[in-house]
């Protein structure tokens, strides 16, 4: 069974639909790399609780290069309740990928560690 064609004269909108939508794809895509370029991010690559009052947390940080950071650290225990927090400071450098480790001294005994934010030396959370 052959595909139905387009009524006489839509074949017009038919273009100009495909081309608009075409457009607004590629708009919402240029719109959301430009957004993430340069954006502080922080990945956690593993934790190790050290003993009942610290934890230690690894983390990598993503910042465009020569931005100095702080990161906020958290340490938490079995019902997600903060026991511990650490702000890490960052010195500016030339990797734009940076890999670090801190120990968060807790209240308790904490069962994971994380690193929560990084911003901007200069910004606020």
């Not at 026991?83 to 400071?89: A, E, R, S």
């Amino acid at each position: 069974m052959p595909l139905p064609r387009p009524a006489p004269g839509t074949g017009r909108w038919w273009v100009i639909g495909t081309i608009g939508c075409t457009i607004g794809v590629a708009l919402a895509v240029w719109l959301g790399l430009a957004n993430s370029l340069g954006q502080i991010t922080v990945t956690n690559t593993g934790y190790h609780v050290v003993d009942q009052r610290s934890v230690k947390v690894e983390f990598d940080v993503h910042r465009p290069a020569d931005q100095a950071v702080t990161c906020h650290l958290k340490a938490l225990d079995t019902t997600f309740g903060v026991v511990g927090v650490l702000d890490v400071q960052i010195p500016a450098s030339p990797e734009s990928t940076v890999h670090q480790e801190a120990v968060v001294r807790t209240t308790s005994r904490a069962v994971t560690g994380v690193a929560d934010t990084c911003t901007a030396v200069g910004t606020s959370r």
